[in-house]
C-alpha cells in the first residue's frame, strides 16, 4: 500500500524558535498534500493545502505567515512553525493524495504524526 | 462550514456485543470516509462509501451511507479487544481537491 513519511516523529523546542515538518509519499507521486492539527482527545482539524508548485491554501483561522508551507516536489512538503509557542503544541498529520489511484475518490494518505511540544 | 456530528463519543463495552457509531451532518457530502486512529499514529482508513444508500461490508464492520449523504454509520458485530480505538468519519468536500472535514471520533474499549 501507499506510504507516507513524516520526520520527524517527535520535537521539543523551546519558545521562539522555528520547527520545520517534512512529509514524504514513498511510492507514489502527489500533486496535492493537507495538513492537519490535533489537540489532546480532539478530531483532526484541516490547516491547510498544499499544491506542488503553487502557493498553499490556508483554512479560515489558521495563519499564513505562522505556518509556512513549501511543496517542493510531487513527493515532498514541508511545514513550518515559525516562532512557535506552548500554544502550538499539538499533533500535526500529513496526508498525501495519490495522483494515479486517489483522484477520484479523494483517497488520502496519511503520515504517522509529528508531536510538537514547545516550551 | 460543513460539520460532522460523530456518537457516541466514548463507548466501553464487553466482548462480544455488538454497537452502532454513528457520524450525521446537515450538508451533503460526495463521499465519506472511515478511519481507525492508534495513539500517536496517523489514521488509517477503512472504507470509502459514495453512493446514496450504499453499504459496504469489512469482516464483522458495516458501513451505510444515507441515501441523502449526509450521514453515515458503523456497525461492528461481535466486538473484539483488537477492535478498541479511535473510529473516525471524515466527509469529502465537493471538488476533489479538498481536504477531509473529520468527526470528533468515537473512543471505543472493548473489555474482553
Known amino acids: 500500500g501507499a506510504v507516507v513519511s513524516q520526520h520527524p516523529s517527535w520535537v521539543i523546542c523551546k519558545s521562539g524558535t522555528s520547527v520545520k515538518i517534512e512529509c514524504r509519499s514513498l511510492d507514489f507521486q502527489a500533486t496535492t498534500m493537507f495538513w492537519y492539527r490535533q489537540f489532546p482527545k480532539q478530531s483532526l482539524m484541516l490547516m491547510a493545502t498544499?499544491?506542488?508548485?503553487?502557493?498553499?491554501?490556508?483554512e479560515q483561522g489558521v495563519e499564513k505567515d505562522k505556518f509556512l508551507i513549501n511543496h517542493a516536489s510531487l513527493t515532498l512538503s514541508t511545514l513550518t512553525v515559525t516562532s512557535a509557542h506552548p500554544e502550538d503544541s499539538s499533533f500535526y498529520i500529513c496526508?498525501?493524495?495519490?495522483?494515479?489511484?486517489?483522484?477520484?475518490?479523494?483517497?488520502?494518505?496519511f503520515g504517522a504524526g509529528t508531536r510538537l511540544s514547545v516550551l | 462550514t460543513q460539520l460532522l456530528e460523530q456518537s457516541p463519543q466514548f463507548l466501553s463495552i464487553q466482548e462480544g456485543e455488538n454497537l452502532t457509531v454513528y457520524c450525521n451532518s446537515s450538508?451533503?457530502?460526495?463521499?465519506l470516509q472511515w478511519y481507525r486512529q492508534e495513539p500517536g499514529e496517523g489514521p488509517v482508513l477503512l472504507v470509502t462509501?459514495?453512493?446514496?444508500?450504499e453499504v459496504k461490508k469489512l469482516k464483522r464492520l458495516t458501513f451505510q451511507f444515507g441515501d441523502a449523504r449526509k450521514d453515515s454509520s458503523l456497525h461492528i458485530t461481535a466486538a473484539q479487544p483488537g477492535d478498541t480505538g479511535l473510529y473516525l468519519c471524515a466527509g469529502v468536500r465537493g471538488g476533489g481537491a479538498d481536504g477531509l472535514t473529520f468527526g470528533k471520533g468515537t473512543h471505543l474499549i472493548i473489555q474482553p
Open positions: 498544499s499544491n506542488e508548485g503553487s502557493k498553499a491554501t490556508y
Open positions: 450538508s451533503v457530502f460526495s463521499s
Open positions: 462509501v459514495v453512493t446514496g444508500g
Open positions: 496526508s498525501a493524495r495519490d495522483l494515479v489511484r486517489g483522484t477520484a475518490k479523494n483517497i488520502q494518505y
